[in-house]
């Protein structure tokens, strides 16, 4: 018997092929796991301080060594992944939130509320990332929650641009179309007929922009700026031990691993789920 | 094959002078130069430059003791109201000039003009008269018994009267001087050459020239120092104080400096301003970790409210680190429970350092909080933002660091602990007050008798000691990184540094 095709087993059939992708997205779930169970998995309190274990090499004890006060740099990582994964998925989820909201309207009504939502998302697009991110955290002030709203604010813009886009296009065809024909209201139109056919492109963007977001956060706790001691945060984590570069390497070198598998993994899954969400690809 | 020989020996005979002639050193540090004209500077590292090229008629030795330069010797009245300097003969500028009371005269009513950043050092002189060519006496608005070390300071340095005349205020960058150095050329924000003086009048500098080069990166600083880029490296980072121990080439130096390190205590906030807290937070610091962790050991620990190379220190029994006392005074003073404060510090991440470690140690006995770093100049803006007659006053405790480059103990207690002293006018940031703290400070300045002034400042930190207005932390060691060839330079306690001994070996 010749299974059925839903859009899924589509999808799934097309992203299976993909091993890079499956090996992200194995990663991503059980760094998700990971952080969520952080108490259990972890070996140590990540706060406990322990001078006498200052600046230790890995050891069976420590995989990770221990940091400069002596804290277990595994537990650190481990609960560090709670706010890396927190604050990239929450500024990604209300950039995208508002910024989809906005890209709808802008492409639906056009005109002048177009042009405003437009020309503004352009401003933001003339800062590089980073930098508006810090201009905003030195406007509000250091601390995690400020770099949520920091780097959804950088957010934004692309995503009000992708789905306005997508939104133009929709706009015009046939089925939109005959919807309104048939005296469907706009509020209708809007979110049942033409939304759903943006999210393909913002489930990519939004996949790879976690990525993004996670590193622009551990800069700018590497900066100072974002979380603040004894927050076991991992850029906050490479800047504690970058005067030690040379003298205990192995302080530099876990933090620096995990935020660039999980970047890195994001990112690949971000580009297996493009592939597969493409319809002109088999 | 003769040819070849003969080339061969005029190439050794051309090397061979070059080679044993010049000693040429280079100096790396952290600073750039900022001014030549030592009435004008405010910056350690500009004057520890300036002093190798001028001289004062008072200066410091490798213990900041102080010692007479240019002048021979002097006296003063039991008042502390006249000071008078006997000046050395048959000393000449760079320029020719020859040294005498009309220079230091030109020199010392051009700082008394208030135009300058050292003329603060002048400000308590009413005249100065000239008694005779190598004679000067500095008559003084009130009594200012630590008249002698403003005089000492790096401030008070001696120009060429010559050289003021034609350059002015210029002569910032024409330094002229009687130092072991001669100044050569200044390429701003990039480096400093001075060269040897040929008729030094204390004796024969050894070295051809040294150069002072800004090279603001600690790790390039040290990469410099074992390449053979540089022959001394300044301030040389204790984190990394490992990597240099290895290497056979290099002689770490380390001098105890003058430079306090302490936590204010902000004695407005009510648990605070109870003695028995504030001294349950000296028992329940570990002083022995902050210095070994954050400061990477080259620190020593804080035994007075003065550290050890100022005037008039005296020794007090150190706080040891005893968690169950801190505990039971806790209990005494009715916080057993703790209190919460906010923790402010700069964010140079060896004050960070501190300030994580004091934050784990007093979550010990209930005192908790947040931290607030921020650059040093905010650092300084907030703390002299605080008023006095604040209705809620904020609960913090700051790391906090002096150094008094006086080297006096006037220098090192009045702006920190008297009640005159609140901020904004100056650094009593933790508004501790006391009568009796006061009354000490007063009778330290009212005479230049050392031994009444000894007493005083005796009295003073033997009192103040059990009060525990700061939770009381380390003494700064400086440490300084050189090749084994070079010798006779070596850090000040005030974080200047002395050149004029510099010798290289081949």
């Given amino acids: 018997m010749k299974q059925k095709k839903t859009p899924f087993s589509i999808f799934w059939h097309k992203f299976k092929q993909r091993k890079t992708a499956m090996v992200a997205g194995i990663f991503i779930v059980v760094l998700v796991l990971t952080a969520l169970f952080a108490p259990m998995v972890a070996p140590y309190d990540p706060f406990e301080t322990d001078y006498s274990l200052s600046m230790m090499g890995p050891t069976l004890d420590h995989p990770a060594g221990t940091d400069v006060y002596g804290r277990d740099i595994l537990s650190r990582i481990i609960y560090g992944s709670r706010i890396s994964l927190a604050v990239g998925f929450t500024s990604v989820f209300v950039g995208a939130l508002v910024g989809v909201t906005l890209g709808l309207i802008s492409g639906f009504f056009g005109g002048f509320l177009d042009g405003l939502i437009m020309r503004t998302s352009d401003v933001l697009f003339a800062f590089p990332g980073i930098l508006l991110a810090i201009a905003i955290v030195a406007i509000l002030g250091p601390g995690l929650i400020n770099v949520v709203v920091a780097v959804s604010v950088f957010s934004m813009p692309t995503f009000a641009r992708i789905v306005r886009g997508s939104t133009l296009a929709l706009k015009e065809s046939l089925y939109v179309k005959a919807a309104t024909s048939v005296g469907a209201s706009k509020k209708r139109v809007m979110f049942v007929h033409i939304l759903p056919g943006t999210l393909g492109g913002v489930i990519i963007y939004f996949t790879m922009r976690i990525g993004t977001s996670i590193i622009t956060a551990a800069s700018l706790s590497f900066l100072g700026l974002g979380a603040q001691p004894p927050t076991p945060e991992w850029g906050a984590m490479l800047a504690e031990s970058r005067d030690y570069i040379g003298v205990a390497d192995h302080m530099t070198i876990f933090p620096g691993i995990a935020i660039f598998l999980t970047v890195l993994f994001f990112n690949l899954f971000g580009d297996g789920l493009r592939t597969a969400l493409d319809p002109k690809t088999k | ?506």
């Fill in chain 2, 1 to 506: 094959m003769k040819r070849m020989v003969l080339t061969l020996l005029a190439l050794v005979l051309l090397a061979a002078p070059s080679y044993a002639g010049t000693k040429d050193i280079i100096y790396a540090s952290e600073s750039t130069a900022k001014s030549l004209d030592p009435h004008d500077t405010s910056d350690t590292y500009s004057g520890s430059i300036q002093r190798a090229i001028m001289q004062g008629l008072m200066g410091f030795d490798k213990d900041l003791h102080i010692i007479p330069l240019l002048a021979e010797s002097y006296t003063f009245n039991p008042e502390a109201t006249q000071f008078t300097f006997k000046l050395r003969k048959g000393i000449k500028f760079h320029d020719g000039t020859p040294f005498n009371a009309e220079a230091v005269r030109i020199n010392i009513e051009r700082m008394m003009t208030g135009k300058y950043k050292r003329s603060s050092l002048m400000k308590p002189v009413k005249e100065l008269v000239v008694l005779d060519a190598y004679t000067v006496q500095f008559n003084l608005k009130e009594p200012f018994g630590a008249f002698v070390n403003a005089i000492a300071h790096p401030g008070s340095l001696i120009q060429s009267p010559k050289a003021i005349e034609t350059y002015g205020d210029e002569v910032s960058k024409h330094p002229v001087g009687t130092g072991p150095f001669i100044f050569d050329e200044w390429v701003s924000g990039d480096h400093v050459t001075i060269k040897k003086n040929p008729d030094y009048w204390r004796g024969e500098v050894k070295v051809d020239s040294i150069t002072f080069r800004p090279i603001p990166e600690s790790g390039s600083r040290l990469a410099m120092l074992r390449a053979g880029q540089a022959q001394y490296i300044y301030p040389m980072p204790a984190e990394l104080l490992k990597i240099a121990e290895r290497d056979k080439k290099i002689d770490i130096l380390k001098q105890p400096s003058i430079i306090a390190r302490y936590l204010v205590l902000n004695t407005q906030f009510k648990p605070l301003a109870n003695v028995k807290v504030r001294q349950a937070i000296n028992y329940a610091l570990d002083k022995q970790a902050i210095m070994k962790i954050a400061w990477g050991g080259a620190a020593t620990q804080l035994d007075s409210i003065l550290p050890p190379n100022l005037q008039f220190y005296k020794k007090q029994s150190a706080w040891p680190y005893d968690l169950a006392k801190a505990k039971a005074l806790m209990k005494e003073a009715g916080y057993e429970n703790g209190f919460e404060v906010v923790f402010i510090t700069p964010n140079a991440s060896n004050r960070l350092r501190a300030t994580e470690m004091t934050q784990q140690q007093l979550k010990k006995i209930g005192i908790t909080g947040k931290i607030q770093s921020m650059d040093i100049a905010s650092f300084y803006n907030k703390l002299e933002g605080h008023k006095v007659d604040d209705t809620t006053p904020l609960p913090f405790i700051a790391f906090g660091g002096w150094s008094a480059s006086t080297g006096d103990a006037d220098w090192g207690t009045r702006p920190l602990l008297s009640t005159d002293a609140f901020p904004p006018s100056m650094s009593n940031f933790g508004f501790f007050s006391d009568e009796k703290v006061d009354g000490f400070i007063k009778a330290g300045l009212a005479s230049a008798d050392p031994k009444v002034r000894e007493k005083a400042y005796a009295d003073l930190q033997d009192y103040i000691w059990d009060q525990a207005p700061w939770g009381y932390l380390m003494v700064d060691s400086l440490v300084a990184a050189k090749s084994k060839k070079l010798t006779g330079i070596y850090p000040l306690p005030d974080g200047a540094f002395s050149v004029e001994a510099a010798e290289l070996a081949d």
